[in-house]
């Protein structure tokens, strides 16, 4: 909020201002009249779909589709979610929707682009269930405009954007308008028998859907469609991070010693150090002069390579390990231990009833019933567990004011995603986190703009 007071920060995440007795919802509705009013934001003239694009070092990461998309209920099969949602984030989604009459943000979408793979795909379905990736509707496709979506996207990328701006991750976003009516009607209708996993959004597409129950009585309205950024995971497979866990007050000694009861446990070798701080909690050296700072820095310069070098090397060995099966780093100031070959006994005792075997052997499930539930007595869930997305932020927590036990998790693959969610199951909550996600700004729809 402070960098900029048009930063699109204020609109997504609303504070209450100091001494307003209002909603931060409401504050956020009229931020928004306000900077349409001002030409801060401006509606496009003509209806459109939006090409995006992201790159790093002039190469092309991701391209997609910017647009309007019609709800469809996850019962439909057509919109497939992968993780389960909390009550609470989708009830404040919903609120900043209905205050702003606005979808300020697109959810992220992946579809299946290949049509011939996924045609010999379908051939195998039947000797290899869950091996599917995303999967399209049954039917004839020749005459729906087969490849009318990555032509466009193609062809707009040759042209000049309507806007590219560089953040500060160093990706480059650009940005073309589609507006022809032949060619959105193309693009329609090759995307229409596609089927569409969520990769990012769960929440706000929740919110999607309660919206247009809400408003379901006034009749069709815009509350039947949503922003999204589709992507076409053949062009562009998607990039899946996983989602540690961080236990205060947990010691990993202990941790360990708990989890022997149902795991392999084997000490890593030189332990797992996250990163180099100097007594004072600086990342820097610790101020000096002449020889004195030459030597802090030539020290802190020698610690962080072993850092490096020694949390790489632990990635490197639970990488290795969960080839072969659910497989943990736990680890918390300099102490480090590789979690193995949980005992499938006690794994298929702890599963809750009526999930599938792909689901009940995946390390999310694993993690989250067996290793926290049954063997450290924990929920999932805050203040007792928190989530880091960075291995290095995970340890570093772990290794602070409160110390704990980090848990350093393996990424899901794509077609356990895709296999989980296609039959209809949820992965355990904050298991996958695909990228690179859409930048937030470039895009709004507005429910007054049609």
């Not at 989708?90 to 579809?111: D, K, S």
């Amino acid at each position: 909020m402070a960098a900029d007071p048009h930063n699109v920060v204020r609109l997504i995440l609303p504070r209450r201002s100091p001494g307003h007795a209002g909603s931060p919802y409401r504050e956020a509705a009229e931020l928004l009249r306000q900077w349409l009013a001002e030409g801060i934001l401006a509606a496009d003239p003509a209806p459109a779909l939006y090409v995006y694009e992201q790159a790093a070092g002039g190469e092309v990461v991701q391209r997609g589709l910017i647009g309007a998309l019609r709800l469809s209920p996850p019962g439909d099969g057509v919109v497939l979610p992968h993780e389960e949602v909390a009550p609470g984030p989708v009830a404040g989604r919903l609120a900043l929707m209905e205050a702003t009459e606005a979808n300020l943000e697109p959810i992220f979408l992946l579809y299946d682009g290949d049509w011939q793979r996924q045609a010999g795909q379908a051939a195998t379905n039947a000797d290899l269930p869950g091996r599917a990736a995303m999967a399209v509707v049954p039917g004839d496709h020749a005459d729906r405009g087969d490849g009318a979506a990555a032509r466009a996207i193609a062809a707009a990328a040759r042209t000049g954007p309507l806007l590219q701006a560089t953040t500060a991750d160093g990706l480059r976003h650009r940005l073309w308008a589609i507006t022809d009516p032949g060619e959105l009607g193309a693009i329609a209708a090759d995307l229409a028998p596609r089927q569409a996993l969520i990769a990012d959004g769960h929440h706000r597409y929740a919110a999607y859907l309660e919206l247009q129950r809400r408003r379901a009585a006034d009749g069709p309205g815009p509350w039947d469609y949503g922003l999204a950024l589709l992507v076409d995971s053949a062009a562009y497979p998607p990039r899946i991070g996983a989602i540690h866990r961080v236990i205060p007050g947990l010691d990993p000694a202990t941790a360990a010693e708990r989890a022997k009861a149902a795991f392999r446990v084997s000490p890593v070798p030189g332990g797992v150090w996250p990163g180099v701080t100097t007594p004072t909690g600086s990342d820097r050296p610790a101020a000096g002069t002449g020889s004195d700072r030459q030597a802090a820095g030539a020290g802190s310069d020698r610690h962080a390579e072993h850092a490096r070098g020694s949390l790489e090397a632990a990635l490197r060995l639970l990488a290795q390990a969960s080839r072969s099966g659910p497989a943990y780093l736990v680890a918390g100031g300099g102490a480090g231990y590789l979690l193995t070959d949980p005992d499938p006994v006690q794994a298929d005792a702890a599963m809750p009833p009526g999930h599938s075997p792909r689901w009940r052997s995946l390390a999310a499930s694993v993690l989250q019933v067996l290793l926290l539930g049954r063997l450290w007595g924990l929920a999932d869930a805050e203040p007792g567990v928190r989530i880091a997305h960075d291995a290095g932020d995970a340890l570093r927590a772990a290794s602070g004011a409160t110390a704990g036990t980090a848990v350093i998790c393996p990424p899901m693959t794509a077609g356990d995603v895709y296999a989980i969610a296609a039959a209809g199951e949820r992965v355990p909550r904050k298991s996958t986190s695909f990228g690179p996600k859409p930048r937030t700004g470039l895009v709004l729809r507005l429910f007054a703009e049609g």
